[in-house]
């Protein structure tokens, strides 16, 4: 009788650690599905970004901001972003005419948080956003503030 209850009490414990295992291996799967994307973002080295994004308009993705790379000969107008070197980032609007009233530059610095750009303005304030997509010619991001 002891053989039978103690046979019985060890096929109970490994019947209960094999669903445990199963339990975590599905855990572990679904969190580095979901989550582990967008945390492994590794830093960008900052010669990627370095140079003036020009916003394209994208019907698609009305909540990203997409920006395409600014070639050095290139006659490009509009809301940019500048990656200069040392971290340092320039946000503004340009207008072919010099005569536009949106006109502006501000400077900055700004840093990577995992895959997060983080714009400080100074007294413009400090912009986030998510890196969605980058590429040599194009730059997908998301407003997270």
């Not at 855990?27 to 599905?33: D, H, N, R, W």
Request: aromatic share 12%; charged share 20%.
């Amino acid at each position: 009788m002891k053989k039978q209850h103690l046979l019985f009490a060890l096929l109970f414990l490994m019947a209960s650690a094999l669903q445990l295992q199963a339990q975590k291996s599905f855990s572990s799967a679904i969190f580095q599905k979901h989550f582990l994307p967008s945390l492994a973002v590794e830093a960008l080295p900052t010669a990627k970004l370095e140079g003036r994004w020009i916003r394209t308009h994208n019907e698609a993705a009305k909540d990203l901001l997409t920006y395409t790379r600014k070639k050095d000969n290139e006659m490009r107008w509009g809301n940019y972003l500048e990656f200069l070197p040392q971290n340092e980032v320039a946000k503004g609007y340009s207008a072919p005419c010099g005569n536009d009233t949106n006109i502006h530059r501000y400077s900055g610095s700004y840093k990577f948080q995992f895959n997060t750009i983080m714009i400080d303005l100074g007294p413009k304030g400090t912009l986030s956003y998510r890196i969605i997509e980058q590429t040599a010619d194009q730059l997908v991001l998301q407003p997270l503030n």
